[in-house]
């Protein structure tokens, strides 16, 4: 029997392709219907197309507003503009909704497994089951639904030293409009301008790979509970569902639990490798060593990083926008 505790983004996909599987599963979340947990809803749709495929949905069928153009500025005032592939934002609590299909799941926290089962900890920030872990880096974030925003189409504004940045992220009918920072005074002096809010909502976001501290017993995390985040964009969520799809195909091909976690965190540290040198480089940037050589190697990552997310980074571009400001 497999426990899947926590049914967002990793949780949802891992149960219904379980399910699919015709694995015995059970799936636990205490969410009320409708719950707005903050996420921008900014994907890569070329990326969310395959994911969905597997679970028998059109991803098109969830599009809220796509990208020709990403717009990046700096607290000093540069801006550059980026060409998008496949940026967009979708309405992540139908499809998330959807990709659950008639399953039954309960709304309750997951009961302690026994020795012969599983469970999984998707329960994102929390880390409910596997609990704290050692050098775990989060940042404090705001976001707002509005229906207006002072910058048009989609924004990106990095704070200084890598310490935050300010998103505006349109949807159909409206925007998602956030900040992630340090401290909460970072976080809500980006959003003083902002005052036609609808909702407002806050959460921290995890920064730091935790793939060695990904399993404890017969508990095994997936998605952001492991650090499955950008440390540079805050992508998470294709990140988690490719988590989902790593662990789902780990248990189908191993018997074996203790195979089956060396096998998994084997996998994910190969997939999400990007992850660990954009966490180094963030952490250099925040204490002012960015001229470290591996920072330069960090380069290659950040491109890929961004184009993953549906963004090409144009580096040469940037760097010359750069040495103009
Ligand atoms: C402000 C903000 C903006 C973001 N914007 C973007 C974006 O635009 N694009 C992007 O790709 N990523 C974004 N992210 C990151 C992304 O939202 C997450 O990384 C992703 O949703 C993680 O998916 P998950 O399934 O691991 O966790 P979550 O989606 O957080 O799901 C965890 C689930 O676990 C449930 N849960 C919690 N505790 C328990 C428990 N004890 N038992 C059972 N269930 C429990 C919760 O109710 C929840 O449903 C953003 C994050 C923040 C904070």
């Not at 719950?35 to 969830?62: H, M, Q, S, T, W």
């Not at 990208?67 to 992540?92: H, N, Y």
């Not at 440390?231 to 074996?256: K, V």
Request: glycine residues 10%; aromatic residues 10%; contains cysteine.
């Amino acid at each position: 029997m497999i426990h899947v505790a926590g049914l967002g983004a990793s949780g949802s996909y891992l149960f219904r392709r379980l399910k699919d599987g015709g694995f015995n599963a059970m799936g636990y979340d205490p969410k009320k219907p409708g719950f707005y947990i903050p996420c921008g809803y900014a994907v890569n749709f070329e990326k969310l197309k395959e994911l969905a495929r597997a679970v028998n949905l059109d991803a098109g069928e969830y599009i809220e507003a796509t990208a020709d153009t990403v717009t990046f500025a700096s607290d000093s005032g540069a801006r550059i503009e980026l060409p998008a592939r496949g940026f967009c934002t979708i309405d992540k609590n139908r499809i998330e909704k959807d990709i659950m299909g008639d399953y039954k799941f309960e709304r309750r926290m997951a009961p302690a497994p026994t020795d012969e089962q599983i469970l999984v900890d998707a329960t994102g920030i929390s880390r409910h089951y596997l609990g704290n872990a050692r050098g775990d880096l989060q940042m404090r974030t705001k976001e707002y639904l509005t229906e207006t925003a002072p910058e048009r189409g989609f924004h990106f504004r990095y704070f200084p030293s890598g310490r935050g940045y300010y998103w505006v992220f349109p949807l159909k009918n409206g925007y998602h409009i956030g900040a992630g920072g340090d401290t909460i005074d970072m976080v809500s002096g980006a959003l003083k301008s902002i005052n036609d809010t609808k909702k407002v909502m806050s959460r921290n976001i995890r920064l730091s790979p935790l793939f060695d501290q990904a399993y404890s017993g017969n508990i095994i995390g997936v998605g952001e509970a492991i650090g499955t985040v950008s440390p540079i964009t805050g992508e998470g969520i294709i990140p988690s569902m490719e988590s989902a799809d790593i662990l789902f195909n780990c248990i189908s091909r191993y018997d074996d639990l203790e195979t089956l976690k060396e096998r998994y965190v084997a996998e994910i540290k190969k997939k999400f490798r990007r992850y660990e040198k954009l966490f180094s480089l963030l952490v250099n940037a925040r204490q002012g060593r960015l001229k470290k050589f591996g920072n330069l190697l960090a380069i290659s990552s950040a491109k890929e990083d961004f184009q993953n997310f549906g963004i090409q980074l144009e580096i040469l571009k940037v760097l010359k926008q750069l040495a103009k400001n």
